[in-house]
């Protein structure tokens, strides 16, 4: 299944691998942002243009972890329903939190354009299919809700009409929205750290944060340094493999949750439009996951998922993915794999992003596995808040920020069970 140049590392470096930068690590800033991904480059370039002397600091290259890994779909949805939501947190406050989450979708087309940032980005909608007939009636019932909610249009499409949307029958219909975009992540992750520099942002690689002291002194691997204020913005690696953590509070807050994606070799000319129709991002109901789209010049099928919930490397776990591929498009089945790998994304125990602030230090975290727009959306509202700018307040400051007891961010300790109950409820509900 694997190509004879098959290569374990992101497609998307391809065109727009993360640089390699020598910049010396200052003594001193007024703002320290540690995290080099969409979120702390997104906060660094707010803040450098409300006159903040900002240093971003990456343990390995800016850039180079989910934000220049992920699919590249860009949607501003909330993990919980407006249902769920309502019964943890109240109507009033149910209703902000969503509308929160959704403004990241206008704000990232917005950055993208004012910016011009070439990151190959269209408005091309998703098909979100339905695992099973329950999977289809609760799409359903939420779907004028996604209309409300992102004022643009969704519909249903049941099985017989599908492949409207979809190239396979694999699934029992689902629905179609508007309201998500694709691009190339790599090329956005290059775009930002551009932007970031020219506004004056010292972006600094290779740097590990192994502590923040009182007074905020950071302890990384090149040494001190003195910053007025800090923002933690490392998301899903939060805790880097030998367990050091800048911010243990945030920490014990993230479920790291490592997602698989593979590439195929380049298909026959017309193959991309009979399988994907509209050329639209693909999610699936499934609690064990599966996204996936053409590539942005529509030549290859880029297909992610959860792999495993254990440690695996991205060749390994490329069979799995490469066999539910084949169980959508078998007509795939003498294409092969040119490239695999994989990034963490990060889960909240509650499944909501959070903004906030720790014995001084703030953070923001939580994609929900749908970082593109919600994380720059979420570092740009840090920095209004770091700066004194916000003109109003934002729902997802200061939200009760639950953990697991006896979790201090070791992702083996709960992801097993995780997994486990998973497969069984997508098993249950496939006939449901």
């Not at 996951?289 to 290859?300: A, E, F, H, L, V």
């Amino acid at each position: 299944m694997f190509a004879e140049d098959f290569q374990e590392r992101p497609y998307w470096w391809d065109a727009a691998e993360p640089a390699l930068r020598e910049a010396a690590l200052p003594a001193t800033c007024d703002v320290a942002i540690v995290g080099g991904g969409y979120t702390g480059l997104s906060a660094a370039i707010t803040l450098a243009r409300l006159g903040r002397q900002v240093v971003v600091l990456d343990a390995e290259r800016i850039g180079w972890g989910a934000s220049s890994r992920n699919g590249g779909m860009v949607s501003g949805t909330p993990k919980p329903s407006l249902a769920e939501l309502t019964a943890r947190f109240g109507a009033e406050t149910a209703m902000a939190i969503s509308q929160a989450i959704t403004q990241a979708f206008p704000f990232l087309e917005e950055l993208i354009a004012r910016e011009g940032i070439d990151c190959d980005y269209v408005r091309c909608g998703r098909f979100v299919t339905a695992w099973g007939p329950g999977s289809y009636r609760r799409l359903e019932a939420g779907v004028d809700a996604v209309v409300a909610r992102t004022g643009f249009s969704a519909r249903m499409l049941p099985c017989d009409r599908q492949r409207e949307a979809l190239g396979t029958d694999f699934y029992h219909g689902g629905m179609l929205t508007d309201a998500v975009g694709s691009l190339h992540p790599g090329k956005l992750a290059r775009g930002l750290a551009q932007v970031a520099e020219q506004a004056g942002v010292t972006l600094v690689d290779r740097t590990r944060v192994d502590g923040i002291s009182p007074g905020y002194t950071l302890a990384t691997s090149r040494g001190p340094l003195a910053a007025r204020q800090v923002l933690v913005a490392t998301n899903g690696y939060s805790t880097m493999p030998d367990g050091t953590q800048a911010l243990p509070f945030l920490a014990r807050r993230m479920v790291p949750v490592a997602s698989f994606i593979i590439a195929t070799e380049p298909l026959s000319y017309g193959l991309i439009d009979r399988l994907f129709p509209g050329r639209r991002m693909i999610t699936e109901t499934r609690r064990v996951t599966n996204y996936y789209r053409p590539s942005p010049d529509g030549t290859r099928v880029l297909w992610g998922g959860r792999a495993s919930f254990g440690r695996t490397t991205a060749r390994e776990a490329a069979p799995t993915l490469y066999h539910r591929m084949l169980s959508v498009f078998p007509e795939l089945e003498d294409i092969r794999i040119s490239h695999a790998w994989l990034g963490n994304v990060s889960f909240s125990f509650d499944f909501v992003p959070h903004l906030g602030v720790k014995d001084g230090v703030h953070y923001a975290a939580g994609c929900q596995g749908s970082g593109v727009a919600v994380m720059s959306w979420l570092g740009h509202n840090a920095a209004l808040k770091m700066a004194g700018a916000a003109n109003a307040p934002f729902a997802l400051d200061g939200l009760h920020f639950p953990t697991a007891p006896l979790y201090r961010g070791d992702p083996s300790v709960v992801l097993p069970a995780i997994g486990s109950w998973f497969r069984l409820r997508d098993w249950i509900d496939r006939f449901a």
